[in-house]
């Protein structure tokens, strides 16, 4: 399914690099990955798919500053967050789709028909039987 990810593709403000969490699992005949990103825009979310390769970027903003604003604390990472899924064989690039809410960004790709389980008949004298591949 997922090849491999690379956490640490892109930076934060902070000094190292920043990695925005996911959990990935296959539901039925997609695999799902969710990506935390809250207090993101939806409209500062990028998805690219390119050579197998997915790639989620964010850039979380600051808050509106002015003449009477003056920030005591900041402690939430502001800037783009960048993430990287090296999508194996047996997923479909081509039919990815996306949803965002409530700060998780939900992927979904389909595997491809050639990946998914399927009965082969064999052959003999007698009764034919079928065996999950």
Request: hydrophobic share 40%.
């Amino acid at each position: 399914m997922l090849m491999r990810t690379d956490p640490f593709f892109g930076t934060g403000t902070w000094s190292k690099p920043a990695a925005m969490p996911m959990d990935a699992y296959r539901a039925g005949d997609e695999f799902v990955v969710c990506f935390d990103l809250p207090g993101v825009d939806p409209a500062a979310i990028e998805l690219d798919v390119e050579r197998n390769v997915l790639t989620v970027k964010a850039e979380r903003r600051p808050l509106p500053t002015g003449d009477d604003v003056r920030m005591h604390v900041s402690e939430r990472r502001l800037g783009v967050f960048s993430r990287q899924l090296f999508l194996g064989d047996t997923l479909d690039p081509d039919h990815v789709t996306a949803d965002y809410d409530a700060g998780v960004l939900t992927v979904r790709i389909p595997i491809v028909e050639k990946a998914k389980p399927r009965r082969i008949t064999i052959g003999g004298s007698g009764d034919r039987t079928e065996i999950k591949a």
